[in-house]
């Protein structure tokens, strides 16, 4: 057996010792998950409720309106977005230029970071907007089989 077999099976873990370790990091999303499950179960059975007034107008048009919401904030979000990167955009273009190479590399991680947290940012609103409108569809939906008398 050579050095480099000996290096990468002590660095690969065998099936049994993977299978050994716990399983922590899916654990900690179930939460999340089975909430985002449970308001989608939620909705759908809200939305069979509702049938009989799908006809009605009142109905179509308070959905329309909660649509236009959601619409209006993600018209929002994304030029918040896209002003991000213009900023980003001019920074870049302003930087000083460095005359070490360990400026270069703060300059450079500095707008590596700024990019991720520009991406970050965009993916939590989309889900925080996501989240917002089934809350808010659900709410919606227990109001109107409410006035039915659905529930």
């Keep these: 057996?050579?050095?480099?077999?000996?290096?990468?099976?002590?660095?690969?873990?065998?099936?049994?010792?993977?299978?050994?370790?716990?399983?922590?990091?899916?654990?900690?999303?179930?939460?999340?998950?089975?909430?985002?499950?449970?308001?989608?179960?939620?909705?759908?059975?809200?939305?069979?409720?509702?049938?009989?007034?799908?006809?009605?107008?009142?109905?179509?048009m308070s959905l329309v309106a909660l649509q236009q919401a959601s619409a209006q904030k993600l018209l929002e979000q994304q030029n918040e977005w896209m002003n991000d990167w213009r900023d980003w955009w001019n920074t870049a273009q302003q930087l000083p230029r460095a005359n070490t190479v360990s400026k270069l590399l703060e300059q450079e991680f500095d707008l590596a970071l700024r990019m991720v947290q520009i991406y970050s940012n965009q993916a939590v609103n989309w889900a925080n907007l996501q989240e917002n409108f089934?809350?808010?569809?659900?709410?919606?939906?227990?109001?109107?089989?409410?006035?039915?008398?659905g529930e």
């Design 1 to 60: 057996m050579s050095t480099t077999d000996l290096t990468a099976s002590a660095v690969r873990p065998t099936l049994a010792q993977h299978r050994s370790k716990p399983q922590s990091f899916p654990i900690r999303h179930v939460p999340a998950l089975r909430n985002a499950q449970s308001r989608a179960w939620h909705n759908l059975q809200a939305t069979w409720r509702l049938a009989p007034v799908s006809s009605a107008p009142a109905t179509w």
């Design 134 to 149: 089934e809350v808010n569809y659900g709410h919606w939906a227990h109001q109107q089989a409410k006035a039915i008398g």
